[in-house]
């Protein structure tokens, strides 16, 4: 199984951009699609982009399209979540997972391994 870890998250003015990063190790990151996810404060988990093994196909929120570019390292078993011109609504824990089948995902429940989450705030 694979084991990941987010890290970048943090606080930024509206209008700034983050980079997270998710590093997985265990086992051959190749083997999975993987994606990000985020939930705020009494909201619901939600999707947020997801990238195939490859990197060659990747689907976005429609919520975050344009702002946001998910990337894939497969030499640095690292996943990837680039962040424009945030806004507030933006702020939630940003999950990274990932699954081990062969087409991107926007269902949760299709991720068989999760990270520990990473703080996102945009303060207005």
């Known amino acids: 199984q694979v084991q990941l870890v987010e890290s970048g998250g943090g606080l930024v003015q509206a209008g700034g951009s983050l980079r997270l990063s998710c590093a997985a190790s265990?086992?051959?990151?190749?083997?999975?699609?993987m994606g990000w996810f985020r939930q705020a404060p009494g909201k619901e988990r939600e999707f947020v982009a997801s990238i195939s093994r490859s990197g060659g196909s990747t689907s976005y929120a429609d919520s975050v399209k344009g702002r946001f570019t998910i990337s894939r390292d497969n030499a640095k078993n690292t996943v990837y979540l680039t962040m424009n011109s945030l806004k507030p609504e933006d702020t939630a824990v940003y999950y990274c997972?990932?699954?081990?089948?062969?087409?991107?995902?926007?269902?949760?429940?299709?991720?068989?391994?999760w990270g520990q989450g990473t703080q996102v705030t945009v303060s207005s």
């Open positions: 265990g086992d051959t990151f190749t083997r999975y699609v």
């Open positions: 997972a990932a699954r081990s089948g062969l087409l991107v995902a926007v269902e949760a429940e299709k991720y068989n391994y």
